[in-house]
């Protein structure tokens, strides 16, 4: 199977910041260090709600989900500055999580997360669904929603730029750890730097993950959890190992690969 993917370029951009944190952990003693500033959403002025819908199927089902979202959130985060100001010298790992998770834990989008689940756990609970059904609902509506991404563009979108209009991997791999983080599940964001593509990890209840225990969720094609892309649209081989940043406290497992 492949999956579309972009070059990340803001591995460069946070490589450019690190730098720069360096720099002024060189000079402390005549410059103070400041605390690192990641991206937030700043709601604007805007009034009114847009109903976005999205269709998709799932378990041999038809599905709706229609999200009202509020003008003054979406326009806020599409405006919003994208890159983070680093000037404390971090491991990668650690400086990629404190980057994605400003987007996905920003208060600013609880609203629109409820609004989704909602709909979510109504279609789960209408079809009877375990923990594995409903993480496979969950990552199908995620894999569903347009692909959209610009091979110049830098930084990730905030979730709720994805609803609205689509997103490439990054973006679908930071709402779906969104979701999946609200919903209890032990999720992780798997970072493949050589081949510029992000996917997300679930942890595998069988214990035989392939990436340090999490079965691999690809969010820019529908494909089963726990099976990856072996090409990208690029053509190059997903071959590599990846960095597992891991997000939130959740505790469910996949176990559908057992």
């Known amino acids: 199977m492949s999956a579309t993917v972009r070059?990340?370029?803001?591995?460069?951009?946070?490589?450019s910041l690190a730098v720069i944190g360096?720099?002024?952990?060189?000079?402390?003693?005549?410059?103070?260090?400041?605390?690192?500033?990641?991206?937030?959403?700043?709601?604007?002025?805007?009034s009114g709600v847009r109903a976005v819908t999205h269709q998709f199927s799932c378990h041999s089902e038809d599905h709706s989900v229609m999200v009202p979202v509020e003008m003054a959130v979406y326009l806020g985060a599409k405006r919003s500055p994208k890159e983070a100001r680093i000037y404390s010298k971090m491991p990668p790992e650690e400086m990629m999580q404190e980057y994605y998770?400003?987007?996905?834990?920003?208060?600013?989008?609880?609203?629109?997360?409820?609004e989704i689940l909602a709909d979510l756990r109504s279609i789960r609970d209408?079809?009877?669904?375990?923990?594995?059904?409903?993480l496979e609902l969950l990552a199908v509506f995620v894999q569903s929603l347009p692909f959209e991404g610009d091979f110049n563009e830098t930084g990730v979108k905030f979730p709720v730029e994805t609803v609205v209009e689509g997103g490439d991997c990054d973006d679908r791999s930071v709402l779906l750890i969104g979701l999946m983080a609200r919903e209890g599940y032990d999720a992780a964001l798997l970072v493949f730097e050589e081949r510029s593509h992000t996917a997300v990890g679930v942890r595998?209840?069988?214990?035989?993950?392939?990436?340090?225990?999490?079965?691999?969720?690809?969010?820019?094609?529908?494909?089963?959890?726990?099976e990856k892309a072996v090409e990208l649209a690029n053509g190059d081989l997903l071959d590599t190992e990846p960095l597992v940043i891991r997000f939130g406290n959740g505790t469910k497992c996949y176990h559908g690969q057992g």
């Open 126 to 134: 209408a079809s009877g669904l375990d923990d594995d059904g409903y």
């Open 22 to 46: 360096t720099v002024l952990l060189s000079i402390s003693g005549l410059v103070p260090v400041r605390e690192n500033v990641y991206p937030g959403i700043v709601v604007c002025g805007e």
């Open 101 to 114: 998770s400003a987007f996905i834990f920003d208060e600013c989008q609880e609203g629109l997360y409820a």
């Open 204 to 226: 595998d209840g069988s214990g035989v993950g392939e990436y340090g225990g999490y079965a691999c969720i690809e969010t820019t094609a529908v494909m089963p959890v726990g």
């Open 7 to 15: 070059p990340l370029l803001w591995i460069l951009l946070l490589f």
